[in-house]
């Protein structure tokens, strides 16, 4: 019978390798973008956009954290604040269209960048990688949620 905790510590420790990866290659996939610009910009295409309250609540962040990272997405011009359609003093964020072009050549170039990684892998390993990797984000609990 295989040893529970070693195996815990091991999915820790990779996991863990995982995201350090992960963070260095968004680095090398587009020089303006941080791991966490490229989250945001993706989470605000995905909603079409939304707030900055509501992305920091998402991600469970700090407030000010999100405004900084906002502020940058700004200057680079990838993101805009837009009225609100229910209250036209609360502000929306969307992509810009030069936003929604860096965030498709980054899109691209991660999909790349797995099919390398992965491409010997056959295709019952990966779609056992991608349902337990569903398994894994659907059924964990953040600090704070429910």
């Not at 996939?29 to 920091?56: I, K, M, N």
């Not at 604040?81 to 992509?95: G, I, S």
């Not at 810009?96 to 099919?115: C, H, I, K, P, S």
Request: proline residues 3%; glycine residues 4%; contains cysteine.
């Amino acid at each position: 019978m295989p040893d529970r905790d070693a195996s815990l510590e091991t999915i820790q420790r990779e996991l863990t390798a995982f995201a350090r990866r992960a963070r260095a290659a968004a680095a090398r996939l587009h020089p303006e973008l941080s791991l966490v610009s490229y989250t945001l910009l993706a989470h605000l295409e995905e909603q079409g956009g939304c707030r900055a309250t509501d992305l920091a609540a998402h991600y469970l962040l700090d407030k000010s954290t999100v405004s900084r990272q906002i502020a940058a997405l700004e200057r680079l011009g990838l993101v805009e604040r837009l009225p609100a359609p229910e209250d036209q003093r609360a502000q929306v964020l969307h992509l810009t269209a030069r936003g929604a072009e860096t965030l498709a050549q980054v899109a691209a170039n991660r999909r790349d960048a797995f099919r390398e990684r992965l491409g010997d892998w056959d295709g019952a390993d990966l779609d056992r990688f991608a349902a337990y990797l569903l398994r894994y984000n659907t059924s964990a609990r953040m600090p704070g949620r429910r």
